[in-house]
């Protein structure tokens, strides 16, 4: 059946279907923030984000169709890409700026907010060129975009998967404060602990762990992940299980578990991420080749630029020019900026980096749903690092103006690809994304600021695993005597995983040896979890019960882990305050 587009159907060339409503902004942005709180927290635990829209359609339907009686498929469609705008650009705060609590840098909030937010802006106007290259002509598969569409084509499913997902909610919620309250409440016994220690029940050594968080967070993604999460499971029973016993056993490793993560497996892991990273990028070179090519001969935007269904040219200029003003500018501003020569140097290199590492970004992920976001930060932060003379608050600022870009360029994709599979214009969904982009920097920083202050960064509670990677790299950089040669090896082994295998497999691997071992095996858990689902309940039962319940967990464990965090700063505060 054919959507009936603008101008068709009815007399006065009015639109056949609701699409750009009030209703449907409303509802994308407070869930956008409401997602934004809950993915930056889970984030800063698992080391990597989950894609957001599937959890706003599934809402979309619950509340346009199931509670006000209306919404299209359109209109749901343009919730979820304004929710998914707003809560895509946490991964590139939490991969970035939480380093600098790490390192005890001085930054200023609002330079550090107003460069994420031009991130976010310069990630959207750098890539809408090349939405015709990509889907109309390449036809990328963007997995997450083709899933999203099923859901936004089911409404009466959706309003079932919404209750499942409010079921997840209240679980999670109610098992996360359950566990937190003797933090919040002095004298209160510990109903629930925060962690398992099985390797005591079956009488393992200290250096080969096999202690588990409770954590419905952990399990709920590695649900969503299925098989594809083993990856992150294998490389902590290599590190843990298999390469810790090994070195101690050949005398080459005290048997000491923190000593061997420290400085075994964490410089391993972010040398495979690096090398993983960059064998991924060269692995789809010749695509981003056909997409410059595109670009060149149509012109940016191409013909479909000339009419009314998508933004022209003029998206592109102003995102070069604009962005390379305001990253020129805020280089210069506060106690750590640099001069006005650096800092033309820091602009011309992040805007260059943005718009080339937004298309390998978007390209990777249309065509396997994987992103190589992390170690392309990675790069971003050491390029900028070697421009500024060792400037790590202007290199992680302009850094963190990347890494939100590099985000939102591919949601704008994914989205797009979903709006091409229902029927939305282009421009709809363009202009939406552009005037919500500013909304989830500023939600995300707050919420990283409060977990630091509740929390801490780098802890067992909140460990931040990628902004320890960045701290690794950055400490070698200037000097903090890196341990070059594990470095070297961990990309040796990261880059030939990635070139025979595909998939960043040595990425995820790298990934997962250092992330801490006490989050993977629940993580490991849901997987196995969710392929035992699919196997045993079917497919279909995994994608219409499954997913909004694991998605449930983490949004609700999520949510009561930044309230109770809440407690604890304001418990601080009045502490102080007496």
Not at 280 to 307: D, E
Not at 440 to 456: E, Q
Not at 511 to 532: A, D, E
Not at 543 to 562: C, H, R
Request: charged share 10%.
């Amino acid at each position: 059946m054919s959507i009936p587009q603008r101008g068709k159907g009815l007399p006065g060339g009015k639109q056949a279907y609701r699409e750009v409503t009030f209703a449907g902004l409303t509802l994308g942005i407070l869930v956008g923030v409401l997602l934004t709180i809950s993915f930056t927290y889970a984030g800063l635990i698992i080391g990597f984000t989950v894609p957001a829209s599937a959890v706003a359609a599934i809402l979309g339907w619950g509340l346009l169709r199931g509670v006000m009686r209306t919404g299209t498929i359109v209109e749901n469609n343009i919730n979820q890409t304004v929710a998914a705008a707003i809560n895509i650009t946490c991964s590139g705060v939490i991969f970035t700026v939480p380093v600098l609590y790490l390192l005890k840098q001085p930054f200023s909030p609002w330079i550090m907010g107003l460069s994420t937010i031009s991130g976010s802006f310069l990630g959207v106007l750098f890539i809408i060129p090349l939405r015709r290259q990509m889907i109309d002509l390449e036809r990328l598969r963007f997995p997450t975009g083709v899933a999203v569409a099923q859901i936004l084509r089911s409404p009466g499913a959706g309003i079932r998967k919404s209750v499942l997902l409010g079921i997840g909610v209240l679980v999670s919620g109610v098992l996360a404060t359950l566990i937190g309250l003797p933090t919040v409440w002095p004298g209160c016994p510990v109903l629930i602990p925060e962690t398992v220690n099985l390797g005591n029940f079956l009488h393992m050594p200290a250096y080969a762990t096999n202690v588990w968080a409770v954590s419905a967070l952990s399990i709920g993604a590695g649900f969503i992940s299925g098989r594809a999460g083993l990856v992150v499971l294998s490389g902590g029973i290599l590190a843990n299980w298999i390469l810790a016993p090994g070195l101690v056993a050949l005398g080459w490793a005290p048997p000491d578990g923190g000593v061997i993560f420290k400085q075994i497996d964490r410089p391993l892991g972010i040398g495979m991420l690096l090398g993983g990273a960059l064998a991924g990028v060269v692995t789809i070179l010749p695509l981003v080749g056909s997409a410059f090519s595109g670009l060149l001969r149509r012109g940016p935007g191409g013909p479909a630029a000339k009419n009314r269904d998508e933004m022209g040219p003029w998206s592109f200029l102003i995102g070069a020019v604009g962005g390379l003003v305001v990253l020129w500018v805020l280089a210069q501003l506060g106690p750590t900026g640099v001069g006005p020569g650096r800092a033309l140097m820091v602009s011309v290199v992040g805007i260059v980096y943005i718009w080339f590492s937004g298309i390998i970004i978007a390209q990777c992920t249309g065509l396997t749903d994987w992103s190589p976001m992390s170690g392309m930060a990675l790069i971003a932060i050491s390029c900028l690092m070697l421009v500024t003379g060792n400037n790590v608050p202007v290199s992680v600022a302009c850094g963190a103006a990347c890494c939100v870009a590099m985000s939102q360029a591919a949601d704008m994709m994914t989205d797009l690809k979903t709006g091409y599979l229902v029927g939305s214009r282009p421009i709809m969904q363009q202009w939406t994304q552009l005037a919500v982009a500013w909304i989830g920097p500023p939600i995300s920083l707050v919420t990283l600021y409060y977990v630091w202050k509740a929390y801490g960064i780098g802890t067992d509670k909140v460990p931040a695993p990628q902004a320890q990677a960045l701290q690794a790299a950055i400490l070698g950089i200037s000097g903090g005597g890196a341990p070059v040669l594990r470095y070297l090896s961990g990309a040796v082994v990261g880059g030939v995983l990635t070139g025979a295998v595909g998939g960043g497999m040595g990425v995820l691997v790298g990934l997962s040896m250092y992330i801490p071992f006490h989050y993977i095996l629940p993580y490991g858990l849901g997987c196995i979890l969710g392929m035992w689902s699919e196997k045993q309940l079917g497919e279909r039962w995994c994608n219409e019960s499954g997913l909004p319940l694991a998605a449930g967990l983490i949004v609700g464990d999520s949510l009561a882990g930044v309230t109770i965090g809440l407690f604890k700063v304001a418990q601080g505060l009045k502490e102080v305050a007496q």
